[in-house]
């Protein structure tokens, strides 16, 4: 059984700090890694995607994959009341020619003023 | 329309019924997910097309749930027979064709409340 697992939170931090929020997978032959942003009530939106060792940034998001450890993290600097909301963790399995997603059940991030 | 669209946004049917949900993706997008969200909970994934290749229909929760795409774009997801416990709102993604992608684009939901 492919797992992705996310810590449920809520997470809470201060506006304009660091969030991190961590993800693991099972699947050591995992190849693509997303995160995605849902606000209460709204669907779930791509922010980031990652695919290779080490850091990738966009604005004030940074995606982190270590394929060694088995993990994949997303830092969100200057944190804003706006960016309240639960982040998904997705993977796609090794798995051939089948690229279903795998999720995680996400963490809850409140960001206080 | 740009976006990934589903209909209707709400639906509210008596236990019993049987109930069709309807999702218009992204034209040229070959990958189309519908998954179900219960209040407060993860996503549960339902089924997956993928182009021309059989869809994995194994998050289907029970025979009373059925879902076709006729000529690789609109996709129907049928529940007969509708019990309490389909209520959820049932989400339909779309991706595009590039070989390696799970960059979704979601629909707005069709919220479905069984009495």
């Known amino acids: 059984q492919k797992e992705v697992e996310q810590n449920s939170g809520p997470l809470s931090v201060p506006e304009g700090a660091i969030a991190s929020l961590n993800c693991t997978y099972s699947d050591r032959g995992s190849q693509s890694f997303f995160w995605y942003r849902q606000y209460s009530g709204k669907s779930p939106e791509l922010i980031m995607s990652i695919y290779s060792n080490g850091d990738k940034e966009d604005g004030r998001f940074t995606a982190q994959l270590n394929k060694a450890s088995q993990y994949v993290s997303l830092l969100i600097r200057d944190s804003q009341p706006s960016d309240s909301a639960t982040y998904l963790c997705a993977v796609i399995p090794y798995a051939g020619n089948n690229r279903k997603l795998i999720w995680g059940l996400g963490t809850s991030l409140a960001v206080n003023p | 329309g740009a976006g990934v669209s589903q209909s209707p946004s709400n639906k509210v049917t008596e236990k019993g019924k049987d109930v069709e949900l309807r999702c218009d993706p992204i034209s040229g997008h070959t990958a189309l997910y519908w998954y179900r969200q219960s209040l407060g909970q993860g996503l549960e994934f339902l089924i997956y097309?993928?182009?021309?290749?059989?869809?994995?229909k194994s998050g289907l929760p029970s025979d009373r749930f059925s879902a076709e795409r006729t000529g690789g774009s609109v996709s129907t997801l049928t529940i007969q027979r509708t019990q309490q416990e389909d209520s959820a709102v049932y989400l339909c993604?779309?991706?595009?064709?590039?070989?390696?992608?799970?960059?979704?684009?979601f629909g707005e939901g069709s919220r479905l409340t069984v009495l």
């Open positions: 097309f993928q182009g021309n290749s059989a869809p994995d």
């Open positions: 993604a779309s991706s595009r064709p590039s070989g390696n992608t799970g960059e979704l684009f």
